[in-house]
């Protein structure tokens, strides 16, 4: 077991929720199960490399925006595909690339081509790319290009 682990506090669903974010990422898995009465207590599963650890704990905290998710992708595919499976279902979009889920947990999906832009030593090119980010939800790799380029997005 690694020296952190994060670990997330669900209602009752923690199971639906660990199957769920096992099934959009590749290198992913659910690695074991606490029971206790008969029911699931935790799950803990691995997305790409990192171990979180999910807790069936009742209604007493909720998820927030304070922790979330943060995906490095590098295609605009690659963010169209999980902008659709995170939202799916009762998901809610959000602004600047974030969107909550439909189990409350907050994603962040950003592509690198916003990073990377968005740290030019150039000032204008990066506050272009800045300000293009600022009024999408889900984020579109050709507006920030657009932007990047000085052309209108």
């Given amino acids: 077991m690694p020296k952190i682990t994060p670990f997330l506090w669900y209602d009752n669903n923690a199971e639906d929720a660990a199957k769920f974010y096992t099934s959009l990422f590749k290198n992913s898995k659910i690695l074991s199960q606490l029971r206790a009465g008969g029911k699931v207590q935790t799950v803990t599963f691995e997305l790409e490399g990192q171990k ?26 690659e963010v169209d595909e999980l902008w659709q499976k995170l939202t799916a279902d009762g998901g809610a979009e959000s602004r600047c690339g974030w ?11 950003i592509p690198n081509a916003l990073m990377q832009k968005m ?15 600022m009024k999408m939800n889900k984020i579109i790799i050709a507006d920030l290009e657009k932007a990047y380029q000085g052309k209108a997005a």
């Fill in 99 to 109: 969107l909550k889920d439909k189990f409350g947990l907050s994603w962040q999906i």
């Fill in 119 to 133: 740290s030019d030593p150039d000032p204008e090119k990066a506050n272009a790319v800045f300000q293009a980010m």
């Fill in 52 to 77: 979180f650890i999910a807790l069936n704990g009742g209604p007493h905290f909720q998820l927030n925006e304070s922790f979330s998710m943060f995906v490095n992708v590098d295609t605009q595919e």
